[in-house]
């Protein structure tokens, strides 16, 4: 089956700097528009950016833009999500997915998910 498997996450001071990898069990998803989400605790899935499957279109939420950078590797078929700056409201579970259309953020739009890995910003 057809899996996404996210890494990196983990516990860094305000200001610092994280890069989580998804990594795709199948070449097909290099074809795929790869999206990043994030779920706070109480609160909905947000979406961060999403990349097209030959990376030169990327859409980012404002609330990340400038500091966060979406890149893809389609030899490695991985997707990389780059945190600088990190804040303490950017505390959050943070998912990889992938889907067939552009680089939507509605997570309607992505069929595959990846099991969220927990990044923490401590203040």
């Known amino acids: 089956q057809a899996q996404l498997v996210e890494s990196g996450g983990g516990l860094v001071q305000a200001g610092g700097s994280l890069r989580l990898s998804c990594a795709a069990s199948?070449?097909?998803?290099?074809?795929?528009?790869m999206g990043w989400f994030r779920q706070a605790p109480g609160k909905e899935r947000e979406f961060i950016g999403a990349?097209?499957?030959?990376?030169?279109?990327?859409n980012y939420a404002n609330s990340v833009k400038g500091r966060f950078t979406i890149s893809r590797d389609n030899a490695k078929i991985t997707a990389y999500l780059q945190m600088n700056s990190l804040k303490p409201k950017d505390t959050a579970v943070y998912y990889c997915a992938a889907g067939n259309s552009g680089p939507s953020r509605q997570p309607l739009n992505y069929a595959y998910w990846g099991q969220g890995t927990q990044v923490t910003a401590s203040s």
């Open positions: 199948e070449r097909t998803f290099s074809r795929y528009t």
């Open positions: 990349i097209t499957w030959t990376g030169y279109t990327t």
